[in-house]
Structures are given as C-alpha cells and as structure tokens.
C-alpha cells in the first residue's frame, strides 16, 4: 500500500508539474470558447486572426509590394498603321480593255491602302514626383497615344520624352499631384541567391506579383541572343511574360533593382530584368529628349568554346574554326565597319586593343567603352593564321522623341 501511494503522489506531481506548461494555453482555450458561445464566432478565431496578423507582418514580400504597388502602373499604347488594300477589281486595272471601258479615273479612284489600329500593353513605375515614368522602350515603340494607368484608379495622358532602343529603355512623362514614388535600390549590390519580386501586369492581369530570386548577374544580351541589345542583365527565375515589361525588380526591401524585360518570348522558367544603375545613368538625359549613342562595329558573334568550334565545323560552309577560346564572328553586317575592315564569318577574335578576349561580354565592352568614332586594333586568327584589322566605330542608331 505504501507503494502505491508513493506511486500516485508521483503521478500527481507529474501532472501538477504539466499543467504549469498547458494551463496559460487551456485557459486561452476557455475563454475563446467562452466568447464562441457568447458572441456566436468560430472557436479559435481570435488565435487565428492573430496568427494570421502575426505573419503577415513577418511576410517581407507583402511588406515590399505595400512599399511599390502605388507607383507601379499600367500603360496602354495605341499606333495608326497602314497597309496595301487588295480590291476585287484590283486584277481588271491592269486589262487594257477594262482601263478603256471604265477609264483610268475609275481605278485611280480606288483605295491602295487603309489604316488600322494596333494596341499593345506593359507595365512601368513612377520614379519621381514630377512625373517621371520608367518603362521599356519596346512598350511604346512607335506608339501615337500613351495612357498611364495607376493602381488608385487614376489615369493620365503619357507623353514620350526619351527612348534608348538599344538598352530598351523609355521614359514616359505624365502630369499630375499627389504621384506615389518606387524607392530605387542598388542594383551594383545585387548578389545571385537574393530575393527577386517583380511587379506588373502580364498578360493584361493587373498588379501582378510574382517571387523567385536572382539566378546570376551581368549576363550579357549577346549571351541571351539578342544581338541588337547592349545590357548586362540580372536574370531571374521570378515569372516575368509579356505585360511584365517596364515594370519593376524589387529587393526584399522593396527597393527597385531592375527593370523587367520581357524580350526572350521563348524563355521558360527566367527572366531577365535591366539594372536600374542602367537606367539612372541616362534617366536625365532621357527626359530631355537627347540621343543615346552607342558605338557599333556590325558583327554577331558568340564565346568559343569546344562544343561551339565543332559544331561550326560540322556546317558544310566551307569556314573552318582550329581556336576553342576566344569569340567566333558568326555574322558580319553589310556595309558596316566590321566588313569595311575586312572582318569575316568564321574569324576568332583574340584580342581588341590590348585586352585579350575570352568572351561574347568581352567583346560587347570593349566595343561600348571605346566610344564612337574611334579606331579599333582587332587580331583575330583565320584558318589558323593571326592578321590585325582596324576597325572604326560607327553609331548605332538609338532614337529619342
């Protein structure tokens, strides 16, 4: 018997000891079932709520999107175009017999062409409280009408200050108070493995936000295949399509770090965002209307390597390629100053000046850096033989309104 009272003494002081632990939670519990038959609420809401409230408030990319979402807006464009309208009676204005019956009068009379409307959409963010709107300069190609879309309902006339197409970038300006700004970050700081939350309206789905992380940096649009583009990307898993172009890269902060650019339609599972650094070095320049100039050579090329010198070689083109290092000329533009200078398909660029050339990048900087106008000293080797050619650059042409 002593034992057993032993034992239940235990017993009871391991259940004392418990309930010091659970009481607070069991006494929460009762008095939510408390206020549930009261009030008529599910058991449990106020925990919940307040679980909920609780992660929101640790969620940084709600935090980040409250941050930008007003400056993000909508753009809509809208260009006249025209083309060559074929009549029913287009084949009898060429008979002699139906030109005499009908006279020439008739059939110039006739409508050679119409117009027609075409309507595109994207996306951009507000960077000052003037008006200043960034987006890509591909959303407002050639646009007549711009209309500018903000997230509060608002809807202004957007007039197109500056466009630099060969770093796609625009500047819409817009008139009106009360304008929310997008903080912009540091996109020279960006790291590979950094949150990546973009915004826009892909798709026609406005406000818009997708999540991932940047993926790598500084990748070259000669890299992606876009031979007529000079930027460095931040490319990203976070989804950007069609709609997302002009609109934001956001830090965790909810700082902008790019712009989104959806260029690649054939990109599956990246996407590639413009640095904002990029924009800012010619925001001002931009809004003024100048023209960007940018240095250009006329040829396309990508990095060699074993794989790309054999697959070269394969082609039955009759150019043979013994270099697996350096840059493989694929294309040389006519009448540029790469064919002037004697450049040609199949050369591999070794050096330009005194840089040694190891890729695509290489080539695409040293060309930008040299500037317009200037003298290029290009060794290259050719059917195993090194030659030297001057190159001089040209302008490539990049408008502004």
Request: proline content about 4%; some cysteine; overall charge negative.
């Amino acid at each position: 018997m002593g034992l057993m009272r032993s034992l239940a003494a235990l017993a009871l002081s391991i259940i004392v000891a418990c309930s010091s632990f659970i009481l607070p939670a069991a006494a929460r519990t009762h008095l939510t079932l408390a206020q549930s038959q009261a009030t008529g609420e599910p058991l449990f809401a106020n925990l919940d709520a307040s679980a909920n409230q609780s992660a929101i408030a640790d969620n940084f990319v709600v935090r980040a999107v409250k941050r930008v979402e007003p400056a993000v807006v909508r753009i809509d464009t809208e260009r006249t175009e025209t083309r060559q309208v074929r009549s029913p009676l287009s084949p009898f204005s060429r008979d002699p017999f139906f030109r005499d019956f009908f006279g020439d009068d008739f059939f110039s009379q006739m409508p050679q062409e119409e117009e027609y409307h075409t309507r595109g959409q994207g996306s951009g963010f507000i960077v000052d409280a003037s008006g200043i709107v960034v987006t890509n300069a591909h959303v407002v190609d050639r646009a007549d009408t711009v209309s500018v879309h903000l997230t509060d309902g608002r809807t202004f006339e957007g007039e197109v200050r500056g466009v630099d197409e060969v770093q796609d970038l625009a500047i819409v300006k817009i008139n009106g108070s009360n304008l929310p700004v997008a903080p912009v970050g540091d996109s020279d700081a960006v790291q590979v493995g950094d949150w990546a939350i973009a915004l826009g309206n892909p798709l026609g789905l406005d406000s818009t936000v997708t999540l991932g992380i940047v993926s790598t940096l500084d990748r070259s649009s000669a890299e992606v295949g876009i031979s007529d583009k000079r930027l460095d990307f931040i490319q990203t898993d976070a989804a950007i399509n069609p709609g997302n172009s002009g609109g934001p890269l956001l830090n965790k902060n909810g700082e902008v770090i790019g712009i989104n650019t959806a260029i690649r339609a054939n990109a599956q599972g990246i996407g590639f965002a413009i640095p904002i650094a990029t924009e800012q070095a010619i925001q001002a320049r931009l809004v003024r209307g100048e023209t960007i100039e940018h240095p250009y050579i006329g040829v396309n090329f990508v990095t060699l390597t074993p794989d790309v010198r054999d697959r070269f070689n394969s082609n039955p083109n009759g150019l043979f390629v013994e270099r697996d290092s350096g840059v493989l000329v694929v294309q040389v533009v006519p009448d540029s100053p790469a064919a002037a200078a004697g450049l040609r398909a199949g050369d591999a660029i070794v050096k330009i000046g005194r840089q040694e050339i190891a890729s695509a990048a290489d080539v695409q900087a040293a060309v930008e850096s040299a500037g317009v106008g200037r003298n290029l000293r290009v060794e290259v080797e050719r059917n195993g033989n090194s030659r030297v050619v001057q190159v001089r650059t040209t302008n490539l042409v990049s408008s502004s309104r």
